[in-house]
């Protein structure tokens, strides 16, 4: 699996992915593997093991060269629990947090440049779906906080998933006018595929953002 991802040359990989993000508690997953405990994972209707966590994923980034990117839960999380995560990653030592990362066998900051805060947001198929209002105030929030802990961090807004609801618009205006001082990216998902094998028209999608 190494050697295959390795070949891809990906700059970047988020962790958690996907709707999981929005019921994951990053505490399950660090520590001794046998102490961890399993959760139900209601995005996909599983059982999450959590032994693979935080300093695993780190770990799998360094062997194939690729920069973390971690997505904190903004969907039954709270800011504290995103903030206690930067804290745990970055902080090089002399915190709660920091003194546990290096407990767990990790002394030096694990230095996490990307955070997104949640994921997919503006989907009512998301735990903790919210309003281009309520986003907008959490990713001000969250960000600040966030940024608090460590000032050098980036930060991605869950922008739009959801193209048939009408408020895109809106909830990129609202992210823009209310935490554009925090945030430095934003996050735009679709999914798509060629599947009328026109490769031409295939390759100019990203026209549409």
């Known amino acids: 699996l190494l050697e295959r991802t390795k070949r891809l ?19 399950d997953g660090v520590g001794a593997r046998f102490k961890r405990p399993a959760r139900k994972d209601m995005a996909w209707n599983t059982v999450e093991s959590n032994q693979f966590g935080t300093n695993e994923f ?3 980034c360094r062997a194939i060269d ?7 839960n903004c969907g039954d999380g ?3 629990e995103a903030r206690d995560w930067v804290e745990y990653c970055n902080v090089a030592s002399g915190t709660e947090l920091s003194e546990m990362r290096r407990e767990h066998g990790y002394d030096a900051p694990h230095n996490v440049k990307y955070w997104g805060i949640g994921n997919e947001v503006d989907g009512h198929w998301q735990i903790g779906y919210k309003t ?16 608090w802990v460590d000032p050098s ?11 048939d ?14 935490a554009s001082g925090t945030i ?3 996050a735009l998902h679709w999914y798509v595929d060629n599947t009328t094998s026109d490769f031409a028209t295939y390759m100019t999608l990203s026209e549409l953002f």
């Not at 281009?132 to 940024?147: D, I, L, N, S």
């Not at 961090?153 to 193209?163: D, F, G, P, R």
């Open 132 to 147: 281009p209002e309520e986003y907008a105030r959490a990713a001000t929030e969250f960000g600040k906080v966030m940024k």
């Open 184 to 186: 430095d990216y934003m």
């Open 58 to 60: 780190i770990e799998f």
């Open 9 to 27: 040359n990906m700059p970047v990989m988020r962790y958690p992915g996907g709707n999981f993000v929005s019921g994951y508690h990053w505490r």
């Open 78 to 80: 709270d800011m504290r």
């Open 66 to 72: 690729t920069e973390p990117y971690l997505a904190v």
């Open 165 to 178: 609801s009408g408020d895109w618009v809106e909830r990129a205006q609202l992210l823009l006018e209310q």
């Open 153 to 163: 961090i980036k930060l991605i807004a869950s922008a739009v998933s959801n193209w």
